[in-house]
């Protein structure tokens, strides 16, 4: 993957949509997000035959836009379907046994201090998702907003390799993320909600 690739990076599960989530996919797709994540989580949360034949639709539109497609912790489904890679947290298993797991394919981890970037990297992540930059509604177990500091000493340590930032970000604050060395900005709500996906996403890059 490219660092641009990380541009507009998407994120979404079936909780975060009003609308039929595929819809939503194809409308960000055609709109020009550069990444998809689907991220599946909540009370409601897909699960089983549902969750894979969900995750097949919206692999099957990735592959019509030529846009990478990973799923979030969930490394059994990724390696099933053949994902183009995996999102794994500090919480997940150790990012050496993932990167074995997945060959050849994208593993991206988060990272939220020193020792976490320093063992993603060395482990072979191909990017890591630091944040949450602003308070986020999206992830009930997030951390605080930590702004942007970390991300921009983690950019001064690693001047080549791949970041996006996530957390809260809209089109309103997305700048400061890029000004701060993000290759890109992840977001959920910002995409989801938007009444015009394709200037949503212009103003985020
Ligand atoms: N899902 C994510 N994607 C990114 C990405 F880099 F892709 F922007 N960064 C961070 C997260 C958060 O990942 P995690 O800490 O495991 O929590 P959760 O499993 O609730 O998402
Ligand atoms: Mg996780």
């Known amino acids: 993957m490219k660092r641009s690739d990380l541009a507009v990076y998407f994120i979404m599960g079936t909780e975060n949509c009003k609308d039929e989530p595929l819809v939503v996919l194809e409308d960000a797709l055609k709109s020009g997000i550069t990444f998809f994540q689907l991220r599946e989580k909540g009370a409601n949360a897909l699960t089983g035959e549902s969750l894979e034949k969900f995750a097949l639709a919206c692999q099957t539109l990735c592959k019509e836009y030529n846009v990478p497609f990973i799923i979030n912790d969930n490394v059994q489904l990724a390696l099933k379907i053949n994902a183009d890679g995996v999102h794994v947290g500090q919480d997940d298993a150790p990012i050496a046994q993932i990167r074995e797991q997945f060959n050849g ?101």
């Open 105 to 205: 394919k994208i593993v991206g981890v988060s990272v939220h201090n020193d020792e976490e970037m320093k063992v993603a990297v060395e482990g072979g992540a191909d990017y890591v998702g630091i944040g949450p930059i602003y308070e986020t509604q999206s992830k009930a177990d997030a951390k605080p907003a930590a702004g942007v500091s970390f991300l921009s000493k983690a950019r001064r340590d690693y001047q080549d390799f791949p970041i996006v930032g996530i957390g809260g970000i809209t089109t309103e604050n997305a700048s400061e993320v890029l000004a701060a060395g993000a290759d890109g900005v992840a977001v959920i709500s910002a995409i989801c909600q938007s009444a015009d996906r394709r200037e949503t996403i212009n103003l985020l890059k």
